[in-house]
């Protein structure tokens, strides 16, 4: 398909659940006209004020975007209900489904695959992109969609999008679990629960910020924190012995990736 220019036309969201209805408020607080969104979801649905939601597709024009947010399974059946239509844009959060097989089931001006991960809830996530589209006005319209999200970046490789899911989309469940094993073993050495557990989140949420502000990379602040012969480097020697943490997390996102090549298989058949 020829693409049609893209802008800020009626949006079709298919699919209204967590991360569907996460990036949907997200969009109005960031200033997106309610009216411009018509959400469609087989059952019930709580959308913000102003917003359409509709159980069965419109009738009526056309929507310049489409965005899937239903589950990857659920493919199958939205697709032949897009039978006919073509939106400028089509942007997809479906895990595991490439942008040759969205392509292939739904005729829309330009394809674009987003992976939001769980903290653009609270517009601090990360959304990796990929599109085989170069139009500007299409990239621009996606990153106009991702802005209020948080962080976004385009991957340049659409094969390692499984990669960047393992690292970005999964990430935050691995971070939440260094937080309670940094609560865990501060418990371990005596220190009640209730109050390791509060340390443990308040100091990886000011080091996170701390890293976010600083001028040179995580590992340099490590190095700057942990004097000779001082308490942390000894701490630092442990997980850096034979790489164990480097080794632990690249097992750790190994594992993610080959999910979700298993998965990105399963949803082609
Ligand atoms: N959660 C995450 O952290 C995350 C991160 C990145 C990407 N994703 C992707 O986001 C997508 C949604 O995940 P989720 O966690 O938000 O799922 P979810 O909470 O289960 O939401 C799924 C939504 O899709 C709707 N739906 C299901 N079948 C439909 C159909 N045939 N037509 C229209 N709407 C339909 C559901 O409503 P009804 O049942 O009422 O139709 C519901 O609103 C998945 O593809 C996932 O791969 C999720």
Not at 205 to 227: H, N, Q, W
């Amino acid at each position: 398909m020829t693409a049609r220019p893209v802008g800020a036309g009626p949006l079709w969201l298919i699919g209204c659940g967590h991360m569907g209805g996460a990036m949907l408020r997200r969009w109005i607080a960031a200033g997106m006209a309610p009216s411009r969104v018509t959400v469609i979801t087989r059952g019930p649905a709580t959308v913000p004020a102003g917003v359409r939601h509709l159980t069965a597709l419109p009738l009526d024009a056309e929507p310049e975007t489409i965005v899937l947010a239903m589950k990857p399974q659920q493919l199958g059946d939205v697709a032949p209900t897009l039978q006919g239509i073509q939106p400028a844009l089509l942007v997809s959060i479906l895990a595991g489904v490439d942008s040759a097989t969205l392509a292939q089931r739904i005729a829309a001006g330009a394809v674009v695959r987003a992976m939001p991960n769980l903290p653009v809830a609270i517009g601090q996530g990360v959304t990796a992109l990929f599109s085989e589209s170069h139009d500007a006005a299409v990239r621009a319209t996606v990153e106009a969609l991702a802005a209020p999200l948080g962080h976004h970046e385009w991957i340049a490789d659409e094969s390692l999008f499984d990669a960047v899911t393992a690292l970005a989309g999964s990430g935050p469940g691995f971070v939440f679990r260094f937080i309670d094993a940094l609560a865990r073993a501060g418990e371990a050495l005596g220190i009640p629960a209730d109050q390791a557990a509060r340390f443990a989140l308040a100091t990886v949420s000011g080091s996170a910020a701390m890293a976010v502000e600083a001028d040179v990379d995580p590992a340099t602040l490590a190095d700057r924190v942990a004097s000779k012969g001082g308490s942390t480097r000894e701490g630092l020697d442990v997980l850096d012995a034979d790489g164990a943490l480097v080794t632990l997390l690249t097992r750790t996102l190994d594992a993610a990736r080959r999910r979700n090549t298993e998965m990105a298989a399963a949803a082609r058949e």
